[in-house]
């Protein structure tokens, strides 16, 4: 079974502060993904990765970058936190998809960070 | 930004009731996807449909895409209580590799 893990659950972090959300994956997938979730907003693509050292920019990507120096992690990095950046974080990884069909989305369980 | 409609944003049912949750797109998709997304936990993959006009059934629920691969439909007969939660679409921009989710519909049923 697909594991797609976040190394942390709950996270708080000061305005100003850098700060590093990890996510790795075990199934060998070359795609992976950092969404945010707010209520009344969904999930909104921040950054994608479809291979080591690749990255495109979702529909919010202001203020945060990302990093994959390996196939199985992905790194999501707030350069300086903003309180607007409160919110749920989660990482998704898949296959690439064959033609019209794409491989489902595995998600982590999601970090829950909270900026003050 | 979003290019996925869904609609309604909450539903409230009382068990037993149908439930229907509706996804719009501006623009045709190769495919559509939905996931169910319990309290507390993440979204987890339902099912995806790709051809015009496909519907596929998993037991109480039918899902349905559009002839013109711009809308899909969720459906939900004789609700239960398990069936609490927030159920997204999501499609699949014609070009590039990322999925677009709708903003989901929580459902809420009571016994």
């Known amino acids: 079974d697909v594991k797609v893990t976040q190394s942390s659950r709950y996270l708080v972090k000061r305005t100003g502060e850098k700060v590093f959300l990890e996510c790795v994956q075990d199934m060998d997938h070359e795609n992976m993904f950092w969404y945010r979730q707010d209520p009344g907003l969904g999930l909104r693509l921040i950054y994608f990765?479809?291979?080591?050292?690749?990255?495109e920019k979702g529909d919010i990507p202001e203020g945060y970058s990302v990093s994959r120096e390996k196939k199985e992690r992905f790194s999501l990095i707030l350069e300086s936190a903003s309180t607007n950046q409160t919110s749920m974080y989660l990482c998704?990884?898949?296959?690439?998809?064959?033609?019209?069909?794409?491989?489902?989305?595995?998600f982590g369980n999601g970090t829950r960070l909270t900026v003050t | 930004g979003q290019q996925v409609m869904q609609i309604p944003q909450y539903q409230h049912v009382q068990e037993g009731e149908d439930f229907t949750t509706y996804c719009n797109s501006s623009t045709t998709l190769s495919n559509i996807q939905w996931y169910k997304q319990r309290p507390g936990g993440h979204p987890v993959f339902l099912i995806q449909l790709v051809k015009s006009g496909e519907v596929k059934k998993q037991k109480r629920l039918t899902f349905q895409f559009g002839e013109a691969k711009k809308n899909s439909s969720l459906h939900i007969t004789a609700t239960q209580t398990t069936d609490v939660g927030t159920y997204f679409c999501?499609?699949?921009?014609?070009?590039?590799?990322?999925?677009?989710f709708g903003k989901g519909t929580s459902l809420l049923v009571t016994p």
């Open positions: 998704a990884s898949t296959l690439p998809g064959q033609g019209a069909k794409d491989s489902p989305l595995h």
């Open positions: 999501a499609g699949k921009r014609n070009s590039g590799y990322a999925l677009n």
């Open positions: 990765s479809y291979d080591v050292k690749m990255k």
